[in-house]
């Protein structure tokens, strides 16, 4: 039964298989939110793509162990921690309270654990000390460390930059960029580990082998994985943009100390556009959820539309796409409900088949295997549509296995059927009249029940009824 499942490399820029390497569990670590405002849903596609691949793993059988930090300290985080007058702590609890709120609504997994920066301030400085005990980092006379890039041979070699260019770039390091930013870095290409406390971080600093400071935004990744994950990582992925420098300089950070590869396999997703630009906050073309919830989608809906694209193509964020998504969404409902009947089940059955273990796939056998190749979600999609034209007339025993195999995939992808906003926030006056319309039924006083029927459709709400009871769906 299960395919093998293979992923695209940004390092080797090649498929490879992924495997647990040491130990019971796929071990991997996600570049995190920096809390500082709403996450928009450019992020979420990142982190969304990191959650039907932990979700496929399980499927596969595969045991995870999913770490995902939060980026509480830096310049944005305290800059408006301060222009609003709160501690950072209280501006970053906040903001991370909200992120919580949305990756449910967007039904994503939570992970086995989500380290703050803030917390593992020794474990940044410990790793610090064993980089400037090596040669690797060195300190300036403000109390700031930076990391020495010509020090480590082959960096660079994530996001396969010329060495020759990084060369010529370090020699000029005297240029005005350079004057202009951190005047005491030996060259342009090195980047601080520490900062040394400036008037401006307020109370923000942290006591330091160095004096008060904070860390530099690279290291504490480096330092959670390693306190997490151990040396070297089964997977560490994040969006295109973190490629370089960020993950360039966690690779440094790191195995200029262990001596051994940070991660075996790096997976990048690439970005959310509108009208062919990132979708970013400092170019002000960004969607929340909230801002999409308010224009009346589902988080389903989302979901469905962030996930829907390949994650190595750029996906274009139209409303029209999330209309799309809608419509597939309710495709689905309906497929499930029609098997449901025939396995003679109920609607709320649904739930009890959407888990990870899957004994046969049958039909979606295609579906399932463009999972496990490069997590071709689209093409996933498009299968579970076009084999479920096959299906027609089946079986009680026939739709039970066929709503086990379609309960994987839909685990595999998160979707949240049958629980989009419209049908669980059903107003109560719309659950009186569907309830009178459902005794005077069981009365058999059909003229009365019709009555009901053509109330409720008048409020745009239209009653289902199953073989024991009903449910209720918002037309659109
Ligand atoms: P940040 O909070 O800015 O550190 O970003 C969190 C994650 O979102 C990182 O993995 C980024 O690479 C990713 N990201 C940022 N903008 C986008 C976008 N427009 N599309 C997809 N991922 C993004
Ligand atoms: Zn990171």
């Not at 005047?183 to 307020?202: H, Q, T, V």
């Not at 829907?308 to 799309?324: E, V, W």
Request: with cysteine; charged share 25%; aromatic share 10%.
């Amino acid at each position: 039964m299960p395919t093998k499942l293979q992923l695209f490399d940004t390092l080797s820029r090649s498929l490879h298989p992924i495997k647990v390497k040491d130990g019971d569990s796929f071990r991997f670590y996600c570049c995190g939110p920096t809390v500082y405002g709403p996450a928009h849903i450019g992020n979420f596609r990142t982190f969304l793509v990191q959650d039907v691949f932990r979700r496929t793993l399980e499927v596969a059988g595969i045991k995870t162990h999913h770490v995902r930090n939060i980026t509480d300290v830096d310049d944005k985080t305290i800059r408006q921690s301060q222009a609003e007058g709160v501690t950072l702590k209280d501006f970053t609890d906040k903001w991370t309270q909200k992120f919580h709120e949305d990756c449910a609504q967007l039904n994503m997994l939570p992970p086995h654990e989500e380290p703050s920066a803030v917390q593992h301030i020794p474990q940044q400085i410990e790793l610090i000390e064993q980089l400037i005990e090596c040669g690797h980092a060195y300190t300036a006379e403000d109390g700031s460390v930076y990391y020495k890039v010509s020090s480590f041979k082959n960096y660079g070699k994530l996001a396969h930059l010329d060495p020759q260019a990084l060369k010529t770039q370090s020699t000029s390091s005297s240029g005005a960029t350079n004057l202009a930013d951190e005047y005491e870095r030996e060259s342009i290409n090195d980047f601080a580990l520490w900062k040394a406390k400036k008037p401006e971080d307020g109370p923000n600093a942290w006591p330091s082998p160095w004096g008060e400071g904070r860390p530099g935004w690279h290291i504490e990744c480096s330092a959670m994985a390693r306190h997490y994950l151990g040396d070297t990582l089964d997977l560490h992925a994040g969006g295109i943009d973190l490629i370089f420098p960020h993950h360039e300089n966690e690779i440094a950070q790191t195995e200029a100390v262990t001596q051994k590869p940070l991660a075996h396999h790096w997976l990048h997703s690439a970005h959310l556009q509108v009208e062919g630009q990132k979708m970013s906050k400092s170019l002000g073309n960004l969607y929340t959820l909230e801002d999409l919830k308010t224009q009346g989608h589902s988080p389903a809906a989302v979901r469905y539309l962030l996930i829907s694209g390949h994650y190595r193509q750029p996906l274009n964020f139209t409303a029209d796409g999330l209309k799309a998504a809608n419509s597939a969404l309710q495709k689905l409902e309906k497929l499930i409900k029609s098997l449901l009947e025939q396995a003679n089940k109920y609607p709320s059955d649904w739930a009890s088949y959407v888990k990870p273990d899957i004994k046969a796939w049958g039909i979606f056998q295609s579906a399932w295997d463009s999972l496990c190749n490069d997590l071709n979600i689209p093409s996933a999609l498009g299968h579970i549509f076009s084999s479920s034209r096959e299906i027609g007339q089946t079986t009680e025993e026939k739709s039970h296995t066929l709503l086990q195999a379609l309960g994987g995939l839909i685990y595999a992808l998160g979707l949240p059927l049958f629980e989009t906003p419209e049908k669980v926030a059903i107003p109560d006056s719309i659950q009186k009249l569907a309830a009178a319309r459902w005794q005077a039924k069981q009365n058999k006083d059909f003229k009365a029940s019709d009555e009901f029927r053509d109330e409720l459709l008048k409020h745009g709400w239209q009653v289902l009824d199953q073989k024991e009871g009903y449910t209720l769906e918002k037309k659109p």
